[in-house]
């Protein structure tokens, strides 16, 4: 892991906090990978929906499910690269859809508010 870490910060040029969150998503995939009795090298094909699963029902917001997702992503195109894996179990993973919030909007009487103080100040503008 430490050579990707380096790669990160060397050849992909990212911030230290950034480095510092892909280590600690590794090492969250890891001690799952543990509790599994599975090994990084040798993934199957339900090694990365398994591990998003897992993250999913563990509360965290989807876009944190998602950071994690791309990380192991880029771990595994690494770790492929230079030959110590043969697959990229989180390749094919989609990002998780979150939430769609309503957008806030105006009330009515705001909006009229806003449309009488526009009137009223072009209005003592023109006049001076």
């Given amino acids: 892991m430490d050579k990707f870490l380096e790669y990160l910060e060397t050849v992909l040029n990212l911030s230290p906090a950034t480095v510092k969150s892909y280590k600690a998503d590794i090492e969250q995939y890891y001690e799952y990978l543990n509790d599994m009795d599975a090994d990084y090298k040798n993934p199957d094909k339900n090694t990365g929906r398994g591990f998003a699963a897992y993250l999913s029902y563990s509360g965290l917001k989807y ?66």
């Fill in 63 to 128: 876009s944190s499910v998602n950071r994690k997702i791309s990380a192991l992503r880029k771990f595994y195109d690494y770790l492929i690269k230079e030959g110590k894996a043969e697959y990229n179990p989180f390749s094919a993973l989609s990002n998780l859809k979150g939430e769609k919030r309503l957008p806030e909007y105006l009330e009515l009487d705001e909006v009229e508010k806003i449309r009488d103080f526009i009137i009223s100040e072009t209005v003592m503008n023109f006049q001076n």
